[in-house]
């Protein structure tokens, strides 16, 4: 089984839209949760990190049910510029505490 | 510019033959980790540093790759007898070094294409 597993997409929306994406992760003890946006042919970047309580970035909302081993991600009021492939990420565990698995990333376009 | 620096930004290159990247970290960084990436995928983790110290290795990891970290400020990871499956963007991160588990901040990467 992976460490992190998301739905690949295609998320297709119109300008204006709310969207969520979701993942799961394995390992019941990983600590540290993060999502990452990557643009076509670069590097990754962060977005955010996730929090127990939930935390919230402008348009941008993260969720961690730890009980179910979830992370969600939630745009509100979707731009043209949030298309990108967005990336959820947990850490490893013991000697792996230091090292970040990711997700194959959830694709998004915002259609206008 | 102070993020992470890569180069070559690409390299081609004919099976068989041996390459080397480098990555420059963020000054203040004190670990440094190398991932692969494949179309379609997540970056997949291969190693890191803290410090000049290789402290974990992926399976991923064949003994055809080999990372070094001499004086705990750049990185160079070379892969010897290169395959057509090593064709990739071979991305390179660093962190600050304060705990388990923080963000890592990404360079834009050395893609590598194997004739």
């Known amino acids: 089984r992976k460490e992190v597993e998301q739905d690949p997409g295609p998320f297709n929306v119109p300008e204006g839209a709310t969207v969520a994406f979701n993942c799961t992760y394995s390992?019941?003890?990983?600590?540290?949760f993060f999502w990452y946006r990557q643009d076509c042919r670069k590097e990754p970047k962060l977005l955010m990190s996730?929090?127990?309580s939930g935390n919230e970035d402008g348009r941008f909302t993260a969720q961690l049910n730890r009980a179910s081993q979830y992370i969600s991600l939630l745009i509100r009021d979707s731009k043209l510029s949030d298309s990108a492939t967005y990336l959820c990420?947990?850490?490893?565990?013991?000697?792996?505490?230091?090292?970040?698995?990711f997700g194959t990333g959830t694709r998004l376009t915002v259609i206008p | 510019d102070t993020g992470v620096s890569q180069n070559p930004r690409h390299k081609i290159t004919k099976r068989g033959q041996n390459v080397t990247f480098r990555c420059d970290p963020i000054s203040e960084h004190n670990r440094l980790y190398w991932y692969r990436q494949t179309l379609g995928q997540g970056p997949e983790f291969l190693t890191y540093f803290q410090n000049e110290a290789q402290l974990e290795k992926s399976r991923l990891l064949s003994d055809r790759f080999s990372a070094e970290r001499p004086k705990g400020s750049f990185s160079t990871l070379e892969i010897q007898r290169t395959e057509q499956g090593d064709s990739a963007m071979y991305l390179c991160a660093s962190s600050l070094g304060t705990g388990p588990g923080e963000p890592q901040h990404f360079g834009d990467g050395t893609r590598l294409s194997i004739l």
């Open positions: 390992n019941s003890a990983s600590q540290s």
């Open positions: 996730v929090y127990s």
């Open positions: 990420v947990v850490n490893g565990l013991g000697p792996g505490a230091n090292n970040l698995f």
